[in-house]
């Protein structure tokens, strides 16, 4: 290790937040899962998830604010857009023997690839890429909700409310699919109207299962919409190849899902994470992993 004996791993992505204590010899002492966050959402209530996880870590391992010293923080999370962002939040973790942050993409893919070379598709709540090639990182697409997230479940989500609505005002295809949603609104375009002001992208990705399981259903506007989805991961999966990545892990809550609609050509770079997002935090904070087929460290 780089500083300290022990070190915390947090990865905190828009829907969920896992936090894990290792020590020198890449042991797992404890872990901590807890609600997700976005700094680019809400950056103090992100950050609010971070630190209380990092404490209920330090709790578990009954860690006296004595200890934290020894201690090194690695943090990935959902929002960072740069250096700027990163200053903030090592920032806000004082009293630990060091403290560095990133984008949860990059701990995500130093996770899958455990320190080497590779490439990482998030198709969660957001979408995004990340692809390492020669130890260098290049991020794809993260722009957040209004200006990206194509092939996340708020996408999916987003796009079989608009389509719902579309078919309520007659100017796009009634189907099973849509004539679901506009129930669960009350058959009423004012009371979708009232939810989206306040609806978070995981409240429209909520409504992602329903879209898998009525185009598997054969619901043409349902298989219209999965297949818009499955593009979008192909795409930034190639985008990672043209890169230079021979190997992508797909991560999120749409990898299951999605993998059947995606190209055979996508399909045959995919390989299984070596390790997970937290752990990759724990790379980043210059931490030990216990040794895998594959791993660099």
């Known amino acids: 290790m780089q500083a300290g004996r022990l070190t915390i791993g947090v990865y905190c992505g ?3 937040c896992h936090a894990r204590l290792r020590d020198a010899g890449g042991r797992a002492l404890a872990e901590a899962q807890g609600a997700g966050g976005n700094l680019y959402v809400d950056f103090d209530g ?3 998830t971070i630190l209380a996880q990092i404490e209920a870590i330090c709790a578990k391992a009954g860690l006296a604010p004595a200890d934290r010293g020894e201690v090194a923080l690695g943090i990935g999370v959902a929002g960072l857009s740069g250096r700027d962002d990163a200053a903030r939040v090592e920032a806000r973790c004082s009293g ?3 403290a560095r942050a990133a984008n949860d993409a990059v701990a995500g893919c130093l996770g899958a690839h455990g320190g080497g070379d590779g490439a990482l598709v998030i198709a969660g709540t957001g979408s995004a890429a990340i692809a390492r090639v020669d130890g260098r990182e290049t991020l794809i ?3 957040g909700f209004l200006l990206g997230d194509d092939g996340s479940t708020a996408r999916v989500g987003a796009e079989a409310i608009r389509a719902a609505l579309r078919a309520r005002d007659g100017v796009g295809p009634a189907s099973p699919l849509t004539d679901e949603i506009m129930r669960r609104f009350g ?4 009371v979708a109207t009232q939810w989206a002001l306040t609806a978070k992208p995981a409240g429209y990705g909520a409504f992602m299962p329903l879209v898998f399981e009525r185009a598997a259903a054969g619901d043409a506007v349902a298989k219209t919409i999965v297949e818009a989805a499955a593009r979008a991961i192909d795409a930034l999966i190639e985008a990672t190849r043209a890169l230079g990545a021979r190997r992508v892990a797909l991560v999120g809550g749409m990898t299951l899902p999605i993998t059947p609609y995606l190209a055979d050509s996508s399909r045959a770079l995919l390989r299984d994470p070596l390790y997970d997002d937290a752990d990759g935090a724990i ?4 931490g030990t992993l216990p040794a895998v087929d594959g791993a660099v460290r």
């Open 14 to 16: 828009a829907s969920r």
């Open 46 to 48: 992100a950050l609010a």
């Open 96 to 98: 630990y023997a060091s």
């Open 141 to 143: 697409g993260g722009r």
């Open 187 to 190: 058959h009423d375009p004012r």
């Open 283 to 286: 790379l980043i904070a210059g």
